[in-house]
């Protein structure tokens, strides 16, 4: 990136990315019944499409992607192939690298809910997400027609930065100021100290968990290795939330 924007240390955050997963437990649930009907929620309809389905919606949408004929363990899998709404989401790698590295590889379900995040980002002028991965391949040994969740099925962003058209970044590294076990959401929740720049990373956050675009939101609230970044997941046939 030029200009001002700050560089990220990719090869090293990346080895603390990499542990990213969700949670066993279902910190921070979000689901009650007093709350509107989850399946009327975008992550939970999406979670519901088969790739034929997901790819006529991404048409309908005007989403500009390339089809992946294989992606172990994912059931949709393309390449974004432009920006959604003006945002573009992209690794720190090199151009030369972007195009064929699995890290760029989405599910076409996290894609619509990406589209929808990429909206509510055009308000704040955000024109990039950097992040450290998307797609990351299963252990060889994972059986070849076996569709996995998370990083291994496509279906999970882990979001470092968010890149305005100044040129100036949000890092959730430095500018989310959030404590482990701290609440992220909701009432009393908020930054610490609280800054114009993690204030806005806190109503991004926060205005995509209203929205309930991903099922599972993790940030550095929830623990060390998430320190650096937004994990974003969209867990087909779910009907609950997580924000931590």
């Known amino acids: 990136m030029g200009g001002n924007r700050a560089p990220l240390a990719f090869g090293g955050l990346l080895a603390t990315a990499l542990l990213c997963a969700a949670p066993a437990s279902r910190a921070g649930f979000v689901g009650e019944p007093r709350e509107p009907d989850p399946d009327a929620s975008p992550a939970v309809r999406y979670g519901r499409l088969d790739r034929t389905a997901c790819e006529t919606e991404l048409g309908h949408r005007g989403i500009p992607f390339t089809r992946v004929d294989e992606a172990r363990g994912v059931l949709a899998p393309i390449r974004l192939a432009g920006p959604l709404h003006g945002v573009t989401f992209r690794t720190g790698l090199p151009a030369a690298q972007r195009a064929t590295t699995p890290w760029e590889i989405i599910d076409c379900r996290l894609a619509l809910a990406l589209d929808d995040f990429a909206a509510q980002l055009a308000g704040h002028d955000v024109v990039e997400v950097v992040h450290f991965s998307m797609y990351r391949p299963p252990p060889a040994k994972w059986p070849d027609q076996k569709l996995a969740s998370r990083h291994p099925g496509g279906l999970a962003i882990d979001a470092a930065s968010f890149v305005k058209k100044d040129g100036t970044t949000l890092q959730v590294e430095r500018d989310f100021h959030g404590h482990i076990g701290a609440l992220t959401c909701g009432r009393g929740a908020g930054p610490l100290p609280a800054t114009p ?37 969209v867990t087909a046939g779910a009907k609950w939330f997580v924000v931590h």
């Open 197 to 233: 720049q993690s204030t806005e990373l806190r109503a991004i956050l926060c205005d995509a968990a209203d929205a309930r675009l991903f099922n599972v939101m993790l940030t550095p609230d929830y623990n060390y290795p998430h320190r650096n970044h937004f994990h974003l997941e």
